[in-house]
């Protein structure tokens, strides 16, 4: 069973800096896009990054020039780096990766159970 798991979110003031982690476990036979999503309180879910298999990535306007989003193909793993964090940046940050497996070999998108992230002032 595939499974993503996060980590690294936690309290930080504003102007600071967070690393995001996120492991995709399981018997995998390939991962296509990954990314990060977060969700503010009240608000819709929203994708703050994605790279792709071959490394090509997108940002969220809002986010664009404060962090930057990585991943380690041999690890199964995917990476956000956050700097001058903002208040607004608060929320449960959500891994997401479109993975193909033996019993779905087209793949469908997974999602981790997310990690806070708080900034305070």
């Known amino acids: 069973q595939v499974q993503l798991v996060e980590s690294g979110g936690g309290l930080v003031q504003a102007g600071g800096s967070l690393r995001l982690s996120c492991a995709a476990s399981?018997?995998?036979?390939?991962?296509?896009?990954m990314g990060w999503y977060r969700q503010a309180p009240g608000k819709q879910r929203e994708l703050v990054a994605a790279?792709?298999?071959?490394?090509?990535?997108n940002y969220a306007d809002s986010l664009k020039g404060r962090c930057t989003i990585s991943r380690d193909n041999a690890k199964n793993m995917v990476y956000l780096q956050m700097n001058s964090l903002k208040p607004e940046d608060t929320g449960v940050y959500y891994c997401?990766?479109?993975?193909?497996?033996?019993?779905?070999?087209?793949?469908?998108?997974?999602w981790g159970k997310g990690t806070l992230v708080t900034v305070s002032l």
């Open positions: 790279i792709t298999s071959g490394g090509s990535t």
């Open positions: 399981g018997i995998i036979f390939r991962i296509n896009a």
């Open positions: 997401n990766a479109f993975i193909s497996t033996m019993e779905i070999p087209v793949g469908i998108n997974y």
